[in-house]
């Protein structure tokens, strides 16, 4: 039996590999066409992305022609180098360097060698095409920006890198891909679906016909449309009224969770990243490490959000029911928390109403020390006071469809078991959390989601920035609602207090009529450190809103760097940006040419110079001043000033 079975086995497997390998060679064609085959040429048919439109129908991204000149190593044979470069205007030497990278690549298969040719100079080449064997033309398409503004909304398109060819088999080396902004996050729904044509040649390698009859072609599919969150009348209006600034402005709208404006500035012109001279310019971009036009600073940086955070102060001790709205706290230029905590409100006893538009550091830090001690476990407490604030989306990525930002910091009983090792945690140590100082960082994006939940009065939807795909519905995480831990009704008398900062507090001096704006104003101060030393610079300023309060259509936070006060720029920018979203234009004129003409240069010249001035031939050595910059909003610990 033993020896019918073993001729038996190896019978029966080599009949299995030879048919297998009888079903790869002669039936099955897909290897055949995946491998090098230099009987088959591949050409592909690359589609239109697709057309991003903001939420009002305004055309934003459009497409515009562009060519290619592909290269297959292997096929080069006798061409005249010299008059080829003459022709591209390249030298010899780039000429080399282009066919070594695509011989490396595969001498085989078609690749890149120069990228985003204009039509002046595909119709040139075209003329000549033909005496340079190996050589050949491929049409692709680029972006064709329709508006000037909105660069950290959209990102770019730029060529696949090594990682990504290894990573996804989709892309072949030279293909385009999205990078930042909408066009990263949503590639696969803007990019398409490229076609392909199987070209059969000779021994004398010319093309004698589609293989196979074009059994195994296929056509290109379009990229989908999209259809932004965006109103583009107001991100304009915002851009403009962040010329000269530095800083972010991110609006939402409340009832969806819809981004209605994202700005960042200072920005750039997206067409800067589109052809030849895309390389070149994104290099200049990149290396500006002072003004940092590639950094959104609305999704990216992270700052204390100073007086602002006191609403979650005040939420949370309503709900905790350490205080009611006629709680009453004594102010005398600030109050002793075991250290001192000044304050400039003006009032000696304080409620929660007036606490709020006269934004009294007492008060709040009353308020923060009742709900700290109300447990015996201080641990608890922390945590406990954690969950709150985190309920609001702060301390936490948002899970925006945008590729980046930033998580922000909202302590809690393990960060501070490590700084106090294990002791019990006291209320007069942690204090500055209170007033948005202390260990917490937001970013303008939560602030705008923060604000976006008081006007819901205790719920948000997950900021996004894409309204609709073509035939396609939207992703069900952006429609469904997020309830914080505080109770509804304790919203109303809070919401009041911020009405009142425009009817008697510190943003009276910039009401609209017509528009009950619910606001807050908030400084951070500022510091930078230059080679082992700190310097004081210019403190920043901070607004966030609602409008209007009842109905809420658009809530807003809004970030200007080394600018003052929150009502000196912050908040009159913000008022502004309300007011052209609910009623199309602006009454408050005088606002709007002092905002418009306003420049913060010389504050941030004086930055440029505490940065350069011990390195005046900007050389390799100030790498560690620059890398400084980064936290001259967020180095040292901040102190709120009341506005």
Request: glycine share 8%; with cysteine; proline share 4%.
């Amino acid at each position: 039996m033993r020896k019918i079975a073993l001729p038996a086995v190896i019978i029966i497997t080599s009949v299995i590999f030879i048919m297998r390998i009888f079903y790869l060679q002669v039936i099955d064609d897909s290897l055949k066409l995946k491998s090098e085959n230099n009987a088959i040429k591949k050409i592909f048919d690359f589609p239109e992305r697709g057309y991003i439109y903001d939420r009002n129908g305004k055309l934003l991204v459009a497409n515009q022609p562009s060519y290619d000149i592909m290269v297959v190593p292997r096929e080069i044979k006798n061409i005249d180098t010299l008059e080829f470069c003459k022709l591209l205007h390249i030298s010899k030497a780039d000429f080399i360097r282009k066919v070594n990278k695509a011989r490396v690549y595969s001498p085989m298969l078609p690749s890149v060698f120069l990228a985003q040719l204009n039509k002046a100079e595909y119709a040139a080449f075209q003329e000549k095409e033909r005496k340079f064997e190996g050589f050949y033309s491929q049409k692709r398409s680029l972006r064709d920006y329709q508006v000037k503004d909105g660069a950290n909304i959209f990102g770019f398109i730029t060529q696949v890198n090594d990682a990504i060819l290894e990573k996804n088999e989709y892309y072949n080396s030279g293909d385009l891909i999205g990078k930042q902004g909408v066009e990263q996050e949503y590639e696969e729904i803007l990019r398409g679906i490229k076609g392909v044509k199987y070209l059969l040649r000779d021994k004398h390698n010319k093309i004698i016909g589609p293989y196979k009859d074009g059994e195994f072609d296929t056509i290109s599919q379009q990229g989908k449309d999209l259809t932004l969150t965006i109103d583009h009348e107001i991100q304009k209006y915002g851009t403009d009224l962040m010329i000269n600034k530095r800083g972010g402005i991110v609006a939402i709208e409340p009832k969806t969770g819809e981004i209605l404006a994202l700005v960042s500035a200072p920005t750039f012109d997206p067409a800067m990243l589109v052809g030849r001279q895309r390389s070149k310019n994104y290099t200049a971009l990149y290396n500006d490490s002072i003004s940092k036009p590639l950094y959104d600073r609305g999704l990216q940086a992270t700052y204390p959000p100073g007086s602002p955070f006191k609403i979650i102060t005040g939420l949370i001790g309503l709900h905790e029911g350490v205080i009611d709205e006629q709680s009453v706290f004594y102010c005398n230029h600030g109050a002793n928390f075991g250290r001192f905590m000044g304050c400039h409100c003006g009032l000696h006893d304080l409620q929660l109403n007036n606490g709020i538009y006269k934004s009294c550091n007492s008060y709040f830090g009353n308020t923060y020390k009742r709900t700290i001690e109300k447990y015996k476990n201080s641990y608890y407490s922390v945590d406990n006071w954690s969950r709150h604030v985190k309920s609001f989306g702060l301390g936490q990525y948002l899970g925006t469809d945008m590729p980046i930002g930033a998580k922000g910091l909202v302590p809690t009983s393990k960060m501070y078991k490590k700084m106090y090792k294990g002791a019990p945690i006291r209320s007069s140590y942690i204090i500055s959390n209170a007033i948005g100082q202390g260990e917490i960082l937001t970013s303008p994006m939560q602030l705008a989601n923060m604000m976006a939940t008081v006007a819901n009065r205790g719920y948000y939807y997950t900021p996004h920035i894409v309204k609709n795909i073509k035939n396609q519905k939207l992703d069900k995480k952006f429609t469904t609602r997020h309830y914080t831990t505080i109770d509804k009704r304790y919203f109303e008398p809070v919401i009041q207090g911020l009405e009142d900062v425009y009817n008697f507090g510190t943003a009276s001096g910039f009401r609209v009529e017509g528009i009950k704006i619910c606001g807050k104003t908030g400084t951070a101060e500022n510091k930078i450190r230059v080679r082992g030393k700190t310097y004081q610079l210019k403190d920043h300023s901070i607004f966030v809103a609602f409008a209007p309060r009842d109905n809420p259509k658009i809530a807003i936070a809004v970030f200007i760097e080394n600018s003052g006060y929150g009502a000196t720029w912050a908040g009159p920018i913000a008022t502004l940006m309300i007011e052209k979203y609910i009623n199309g234009k602006i009454s408050r004129t005088d606002l709007e040419e002092r905002m418009l003409k306003g420049s913060l240069a010389p504050e941030y010249n004086k930055i440029e110079n505490i940065i350069y001035q011990r390195f005046p031939d900007r050389s390799t050595t100030d790498d560690e001043a620059l890398s400084n910059v980064d936290s001259q909003v967020g180095e040292a610990k901040k102190e709120e000033e009341n506005d």
